[in-house]
């Protein structure tokens, strides 16, 4: 509370000011001393100093990345301000625009990466990050190999990184788990440091994970039964032919985010006596108007086990933060109806947006809601 306080004594101090060099010092010497945005409870205070700027705005997970959060000018400073509020465990993304040109905020030293680019970013007063993603002490680590494979019914090449556990031994048995989009995994999710935290603290199984990586990515993850024949009839196989699996479907899990869980969960649904285990991660499950609920709503007694997060910042948005609400209710209807045929689902809401930042801190949850166990 105090940080904030200290920007509405800034203000107040700038009313008091009758000078205009006066009022200079006092912005930049705030500005020195804190870090943008300013955050308290829900309460969140964005500031940018440029004398020469005509707009700056935000752009951001709650705006649906459109510089529609217009940030205020203090005339005879070089303060811009916005205030925003926030749900308290939030955390969210955003850039500055300034003269309509996006870029990182300067003042913020948070920097999320991912494929999408470069964004800053801004943790709420509750929230938490997991300690897979926080915990800097050593522990024991796996290897990755990559490999290439010929796909007779794809016709091409195709790429993934297969990744073993700490203390991997051919003499033992392992659960499998697919991820879509294997190179975003391993470079934006760093799925291979994850896993091998949550296996060297006991607290999952350990399990081998396979990243595939897309070489069509519209194409394959969209509903295509043929992309499924290569997993089910080549991709599978070849890793339960070259590596010590355990051959069962409640020990092979497919996971996906966006276009790739809604491959993910058809895959199983194509092959659920291969796959027992789907995690998604802000499914594009709306996809071509509901088709693959459509596809589940025939089915009656289906076993499979889901796990599927959502931010409730995903989809458009504008500069109160109002989103559409389209994306968690597909969400929503797809939960329901796979309960209704007999699947178990765990599903979480978050307050955040479209991210690698927020797929990564909640792999780990699907793994454990897998394959936990006990220390």
């Known amino acids: 509370m105090e940080i904030v306080k200290a920007f509405d004594q800034l203000m107040l101090k700038l009313e008091n000011a009758f000078s205009l060099a006066a009022k200079e010092r006092l912005v930049r010497r705030f500005a020195g001393q804190h870090a943008s945005p300013i955050v308290e409870s829900s309460r969140v205070v964005f500031f940018y100093l440029s004398k020469e700027a005509l707009t700056v705005a935000l752009e951001g997970d709650w705006t649906g990345w459109k510089p529609t959060a217009l940030m205020n000018y203090l005339p005879d400073t070089p303060l811009w301000y916005r205030v925003e509020y926030f749900p308290d465990n939030a955390r969210l993304e955003y850039r500055v625009v300034v003269n309509g040109h996006p870029r990182l905020d ?78 975003d995994y391993l470079n934006y999710g760093d799925l291979p440091r994850i896993m091998d935290y949550l296996i060297a603290h006991r607290q999952v199984k350990p399990f081998i994970a396979v990243l595939v990586r897309p070489n069509n990515r519209a194409k394959e993850y969209g509903l295509n039964d043929q992309y499924v024949q290569h997993v089910a009839e080549e991709l599978v196989p070849w890793i339960d032919s070259c590596y010590p699996t355990i051959d069962k479907r409640s020990a092979r899990a497919v996971f996906g985010v966006g276009l790739g869980a809604l491959c993910a969960a058809y895959i199983a649904r194509r092959c659920p006596q291969m796959f027992g285990l789907v995690a998604g991660q802000s499914g594009n499950f709306g996809f071509h108007n509901d088709a693959l609920l459509q596809d589940y709503a025939t089915l009656k007694n289906f076993s499979i086990r889901f796990h599927f997060t959502v931010g409730e910042f995903e989809g458009n948005g504008d500069d109160h933060g109002q989103t559409n609400k389209a994306h968690l209710l597909v969400h929503q209807r797809f939960v329901d109806l796979l309960r209704q045929i007999g699947c178990t689902v765990s599903y979480s809401e978050y307050p955040e947006g479209h991210q690698w930042g927020f797929w990564r801190a909640h792999i780990g949850d699907a793994l454990r809601y897998f394959w936990g166990r006990q220390s």
């Not at 897979?132 to 290439?148: C, K, N």
């Not at 790429?159 to 991997?168: C, I, T």
């Open 106 to 183: 300067p003042r913020n030293p948070r920097i999320s990466l991912s494929g999408f680019g470069s964004h800053s970013e801004f943790f709420m007063s509750k929230h938490q990050s997991p300690q897979e993603l926080t915990d800097t002490s050593p522990f024991a680590r796996g290897t990755v190999e990559q490999h290439w494979m010929k796909s007779q019914v794809l016709g091409d090449r195709r790429m993934f990184w297969v990744s073993f556990p700490p203390g991997y031994d051919v003499k033992k048995q392992y659960p499998v788990a697919y991820f879509t989009d294997g190179d």
